[in-house]
């Protein structure tokens, strides 16, 4: 007997935890369900699914003890947005609604732009950007957002459903969208795969895949839409140089590589540790800032030439409790920053009179 044959009719989004009724005739389990929340279940042979016990946040079934009561945790998982901008002294936070996620910033560290995960139309997110001075969220569209213009004019957003092999531009001023056919080439999924520009925004560079192979770095001319491979296969996580004529990136040997936009020889970067991957360069173009992405978010200064190393910035949330993963987005140089992490902390509960 399993409780997926007797509640196959309804899928939960999410089952964790379960446990043999006291009697041993029966299944409990827990799950979250969108619209309801946490939910704790039970099921026989043959029967449908009894609903024992509503959260408003998920729970986890632990155990049942022999008199019924029930050891159950619950959980509060979401991501929250943090960072220092322009204007200030100290981080703020930024995020709206819980899941908002990040996916641009200008090279001013004046605006953000991102995702309100909880609009969504047609199956695409809704795209906002918000100033530094944290007045409410503007809406500009639908779209995955990965990258922004240096001069904060352009959002790039790709589409999550149809024309996946289009960016489009929308502008974060009066204006209309621009659309930019890649001839093919899907763009990489968000988190390590940002869209990043050169200063004057000429140029931008983003991992992608082509023809299923991939992924691989693609630099972007912005005015004509000409699109360049650079690199070999298996090449992500890359930032272009503020003078738009190198590209760093992870290779897929995992080692921090710098290439030649123009072509020529690649330049590994010696002074790179295991799983470091670039962030962002200085405006002099000799160093790159490189995370491991772990928490606290140790990030690196290197040399390019002579593999010098010395810590940055450090960036740790100021309540550090429960706080698991998270992405960084810099400006040129490092002093304006906006990161967003998950937080996930949890109690533990023996509740009683359950029926």
């Known amino acids: 007997m399993t409780a997926r044959s007797a509640s196959s009719e309804e899928q939960p989004d999410s089952l ?38 509503r959260s408003p946040i998920s729970i986890r079934l632990q155990d049942i003890a022999s ?47 991102g995702n ?19 007045s409410p969220p503007v809406r500009l569209g639908y779209g995955d957002v990965f990258g922004m213009s240096p001069n904060g004019r352009w959002v790039y957003t790709r589409k999550l459903s149809n024309d996946r092999t289009r960016l489009f531009l929308l502008p974060t001023r009066a204006g209309e969208p621009r659309v930019i056919d890649l001839g093919g080439v899907l763009p990489a999924g968000a988190g390590r795969a940002m869209l990043t520009c050169s200063k004057d925004g000429r140029r931008a560079a983003f991992a992608g895949y082509a023809a299923g192979a991939g992924p691989r770095i693609y630099v972007l001319d912005v005015a004509s839409g000409r699109l360049q491979p650079l690199g070999p296969l298996g090449s992500e996580s890359p930032v272009i140089s503020p003078d738009g004529t190198r590209v760093a990136a992870v290779a897929s040997d995992g080692l921090v590589t710098v290439y030649p936009v123009a072509g020529g020889e690649p330049l590994v ?6 799983r470091e991957e670039p962030v962002q360069w200085t405006r002099d173009g000799r160093s790159l800032l490189l995370w491991d992405r772990s928490f606290p978010a140790r990030i690196q200064r290197v040399g390019l030439n002579d593999g010098s190393r010395e810590l940055a910035l450090q960036i740790m949330p100021e309540d550090p409790a429960g706080v698991l993963y998270g992405q960084i987005l810099m400006s040129p140089g490092g002093d304006r920053y906006v990161y967003r992490y998950r937080r996930d902390v949890s109690a533990l509960f023996l509740v009683e009179g359950i029926r």
């Not at 029966?26 to 369900?33: H, L, P, Q």
């Not at 009561?69 to 960072?83: K, P, Q, W, Y």
């Not at 970067?269 to 295991?274: E, F, M």
């Open 269 to 274: 970067v010696a002074g790179a540790a295991p």
């Open 116 to 134: 309100l995960q909880v609009a969504n139309q047609g199956g695409e997110y809704a795209a906002f950007v918000r100033r530094a001075d944290g």
């Open 67 to 113: 008199d019924g009561r029930a050891l159950m945790v619950a959980g509060d998982t979401r991501t929250e947005i943090a960072g220092l901008l322009a204007g200030q002294d100290k981080e703020r936070r930024y995020e709206g609604w819980n899941d908002d996620s990040i996916g641009g910033m200008d090279a001013a560290g004046d605006m953000i732009a």
């Open 16 to 53: 964790q935890g379960l446990a043999w009724a006291p009697d041993g005739g029966a299944i409990w389990f827990s799950a979250y369900v969108f619209g309801k929340g946490g939910v704790l279940s039970s099921v026989r042979p043959g029967a449908r699914p009894v609903e024992r016990l």
